[in-house]
Each structure stands twice: as C-alpha cells, then as structure tokens.
C-alpha cells in the first residue's frame, strides 16, 4: 500500500488487469519484488530466474546468467508467490479471525453496513479482505441460488469474475493515483445507476487517505444515503488521516499485523505446495523479517527460492536467506537497539546471541547499530520523515528522533564507533561486542554531560572548604588571612611578568609568617636550591620595598599554594567520587579517572568527567 508517492513501496499492487497470463514488471514490482531490498535486485529476479521473456524482466541483468530449467513447470507462467496465493477464502486469510468472526455474523444476520473500511499496516491484506468481502456479497453460489455467504463458493461467475479482477460491477481504485473530486464525482455519478449483473455494486477504494478534501466531501453525501445496491469497501495504511466523517459511516475492520509463528507455517504450507524444500529456521527469518505482513513475506520468499534455485540442491537455506537479507531482519535491530536505549542488559546480552546465533557478524551487527543512530540523527536534523524501509521501522525511528536529545545520539554515536574499532581489532569479536554494546547502555543511563557538569557545579558550591593536605604542614601556624595575602602577592607577582618566580613561589613556599616587609617560610624536604636570594629579589622589585626573607628548618609553615590546590582538587575529586551520578558513571566505567587540567584554579569546577575507558 502507498507510503509516499516516490516510495517504490507505494506503488499500487492492485491493477484490474492483474491477472495477464505473465506478469508485467510492474505486477512484479507491485508485488514488492525489489521494496523489501531497497536496492537493486540482486543478478538473479525470480522473473528471469523462471524465464520470462526478456523485456518483461525486472533486473537489467544479463539473462545469460540464468539456469537452464528453474521453473516448476515451464508450461505455466510465473506468478509471484504473493499473487498466486492471494487467499480466495476468508479460512485462507491468516490471522485476522476477529474480523472474519464479525463479518460473518454481520452477513447471517442481514446487517451489512453500507461502507467498510479496512485498515492496517501494508501487506496484512487489506485489499484481499475487500476482494473477499465483494465475492461473500455477490457469490451466488455453484447453483446460482445461493445469496451473501461468509463462505463464497468459488466457483460461480461473479466468486470467479472478482478473483479475476474483471468483475463489471466491482470497480476497484486506488486513490493513491485518482486522489481528485473528478475521480469521485465519477464514482457519485455511476451509483445511480443498479448493478450490471451482480448483487451489489461494490466500490473498492484502496489508500483511501490520499483522497483530496473536496473529494471526500463529494463522497460524504452518497455515503450517507448510499442506494441499497452500493456497498464501499475502503482499505487505508494511514487511518488517523480519514476525516471523522467518513470514519463515522463506516464499519471499520482494523487488520492485524499476522503473528511470525502464523507466517511461518503459512510460508512452510506454501513451500510445500511449491515443491520446495526449505529449512525451518529459513522460513522463521523470512517470516520475521517479514514484520507482519504476508505479502513482503512472500516477495523474500519468492526472491529466497530463486537464490535456492542457484544452489546445487535447491534448498532453501538459513545461511542463504540470512546472506540475501544482509542483515534485512531490521526489527530484530531495532529491538536489539531499544535495549541499549532501555538499558536492559540482559535483554540486550540475549539479543546479541540470537543474532550471532543466526549467523549475524558482530561487526555487521555493530554496523547495523550505526547506521540506526545516524537516521535517526538526520531524521532528527531534517524534522521530517526517518529514512526506513517499512512503515514500521520509520515510525519507530521517528520516534526516537523526537524523544532522544541530541547530545545523547552524539554520544551513542561516539561509543558505538569506539566499539566498532574494538570489535574489529579483538580476538574475539563477539566478546568486544557484548562489551562495547553493553558500555553504550550504561552510558545512556547516565545524563549528557552538560548535565551532569551542572549537578557537580552545584555540588561543589554547597561542599565543605577545602581540607588541609596530608603534607605533615602545620596550617594552624599561619592564619588563613594571611595565607590569602601571600596568595594575592603571588598572583600580583605573576601578573607583573615575573611569572618564573610566581611559579617558585606557589611551588615551594609554605609561609610561617607573612607581614610587610617580613616573609618566613618553610619548604618541603625534595626542594633543596636555595631560593632565598630569588625570593628577596622578587619581592623587593614587586613592592619597592627592601624584605627580609628567612626560611624555617623541617618544613614548617603553611601549605604552599601548589599544596592547597592539590589538597582542594583531591576534595572535590572525592566529593565527586562520592556523587551517586558520578557513581554510576564510574560503575560503566571502571577504568574512568576523574581529570582535571593542571591550570586550571579549582575554583571554578572545571568539569572533572572524562573517561578513557
Ligand atoms: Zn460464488
């Protein structure tokens, strides 16, 4: 069903003359030959792989290239498998017994509503159920007598006629290419008029969304008094966008997205009936790559058996599909990126084993990872709509994009790169991956750290003052008024371009008395030049004044001011440590070491969080 208008996705995969004797490129790719892969084909499309005639392949391949006799039955042409096992009846429409159940009762009951719609993700079979539903109305039964039956038989004109698609009085449109009031006024027009030869008139309009405004207000009065013999069947990916109106006069059908054990034995039962031999585990990573729809299940399948056919024993095999897809199996990425965001690590421990069990790379899987974080960046940046294959995996990723800040997408972004490098660097890649992956979910359980610089500034304004250092120095001996004075000399001295002594000084000197004129100090046992001369000289060219200068034996005094900034900063390293954040940052990060920039004064907090982990 259309996504978007330039979406290969979107193209319309109903077309009256659908059931041509071969397929035409279009029918192929209507069937999501190629959608599933973004890309090219690969050499071998189940078109030329079965031998169509060459103008009709899909792949600008060259035919050479394909085998000799791959198709079942050359006599029959081939129908793509999502075609030729479109369900005929609602027992053959898998996993949406609910609806079935509802319309069938609607039908014993003579209480058929006069417009459906069907809604659900593409591929459920939104446009089948409206098929069925047609042939239900109209069946006539084997006898010709029989009336509207949950159970059409198949096999009188108008069942055989719809199936057929050229049944005179079920028009089928999809408004994804007839979205104006033109289109329906044509539509309002013609139900006046009574039903060719069937029952009931029935209108099927797919993608009914697309419908311009004044088209819907053009329909909305016929579908408010429809004539008795007009039945409309609505299908829609994108239900949210029908007007209330419309909505309201209709009895809607939500279709589920079909569950992957359904899928599997449907594509099992298919593959039987094909004659093809497939691995079980094959068929669940089709069925799960299939996210829940029938139809791109089967267009991998039809795409698998193909590859299957290249083989010497034309099997279908995990380790094939699996190299098909690359890593196609986007949801089991998804998932497995949800656990990092969630931080679950043991879901994500067991995610990554399934996928190095499936065969998965670390290195592609860790790529996979990558390339999410970079969508959903840029889906973030551009506002729009997330780059993704399915409607599924766009909405997902959109919804990150909203919900993730920036910041933390850089960061993912920086670790997952990190780890790339280790995974392809490491003995055993599976390990690097278990831990670069893991690292990247404990990180996202901390804040950014603009955040967390925040908190610690915070913290460290309302901490204690600085304790004295574990030098053996005596700070009781100098005042803290006078310790400060020293501090600003020093500082003067320094800014004065003196900056050599200023730096002795800070270093060295551990002031036991500091008064004008008069400086007695002591100094730690490792300095051994004298400094003295140094000292009397500086301060006399500072002040103008003559000092006497006299240093204390045994270390005395003060600590210096190197002393204090070291004592200050181990403070607040410690009350960091302590921080329950930082905590946690240290839990991720077991060889993190609290940093901080020689130069810079304690004072102002320079952010102290750096990992090198
Ligand atoms: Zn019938």
Redesign the pocket.
Known sequence: MGDSPDNPDGLPWETVSEEDEAPSAAELEDAGQESMFGGPPPATSAGETLEKPAEQAVAASQPSDAPESAAPDPAQPYRVLARKYRPQTFAELIGQEAMVRTLANAIARDRLAHAFLMTGVRGVGKTSTARLIA?AL?????DGQ?GP?IS?????????AIAEGRHIDVIEMDAASHTGVDDVREIIEAVRYAAVSARYKIYIIDEVHMLSRNAFNALLKTLEEPPAHVKFLFATTEVEKLPVTVLSRTQRFDLRRIPVELLEAHFAEICRKEGVEAEAEALHIVANAAEGSVRDGLSILDQAIAHADLDTDSKVTAERVRDMLGLADKSAQRRLFAHMLNGEGKALLSAIDEQYALGVEPLALLRAQMDLAHRITVAQVSGGEADGVSADEREQLGDWATRLPAGQLHRLWQLLLKGHEEVRLAPDPLVALRMALLRTLHAGQMPDPGRLAKKLETLGESGPAPAPSETGATPTDASPQGRLEWGELVEAIDASGMMQEASIMRLQVRVVELSDGLLRYGRDAKFSDDIGNVLRDTLHRHTGKRWSVEEVPNGAGAPSLVELIEAEREQAAAATRSHPLVRAAFDAFPEAELIDDGGAAPQRREIPWSKNA
Request: glycine share 18%; net charge positive.
């Open positions: 042939k109209n069946c006539i039964g084997p029989g039956t059409p038989c198949g096999v009188c004109e108008p069942c055989r």
